[in-house]
């Protein structure tokens, strides 16, 4: 069954960019989906400002988990912890013009490895990032009834 991928999707499932690790990363996180065996993990490189510099990732899934890790790694570069937070599966879907709906689930992927990645780095820093919850390892349990289409 073909699915209706939209060009941004297949252009950064195609051509992923920031895949890689970090070395020494200020903050990383690994999220996986145990229905659909997607993993995700994500690095970011962030300033003594809170500012992120960098952000990498490696994805063992999809297409479209790639393409979402790819996306979302590209729209928390530059950005703020704060901002970075900001960077909903929503968000990450609407910049790659939306996702097949049975897909949605690898936004999620995406936005609860960036937090996971957040998360680590307040965590070694001693510091609390306003609004960050505790990420998941696994998103098939948690985010069920947080699906938005």
Not at 31 to 44: E, F, H, P, Q, T
Not at 50 to 74: L, P, Q, V, W, Y
Not at 140 to 149: D, F, I, L
């Amino acid at each position: 069954m073909a699915m209706d991928y939209s060009e941004k999707v297949m252009d950064h499932f195609t051509n992923p960019r920031n895949v890689g690790e970090i070395e020494n990363a200020s903050g990383q996180g690994t999220v996986g989906n145990a229905v659909c065996g997607d993993i995700m993990r994500v690095y970011l490189d962030i300033t003594g400002d809170n500012i992120i510099r960098d952000a990498k990732f490696k994805t063992f899934g999809c297409g479209a988990a790639i393409a979402t890790s790819s996306m979302a790694t590209e729209l928390v570069k530059g950005k703020t912890v704060q901002d970075a937070l900001k960077v909903t599966n929503k968000a990450v879907m609407e910049a790659l013009d939306g996702l097949p709906a049975v897909k949605v689930h690898c936004s999620l992927l995406a936005e609860e490895a960036i937090h996971a990645a957040l998360w680590d780095y307040a965590e070694k820093h001693g510091i609390q990032i306003e609004g960050l919850e505790k990420p998941v390892s696994d998103i098939s349990e948690h985010h069920e009834t947080k699906v938005v289409g």
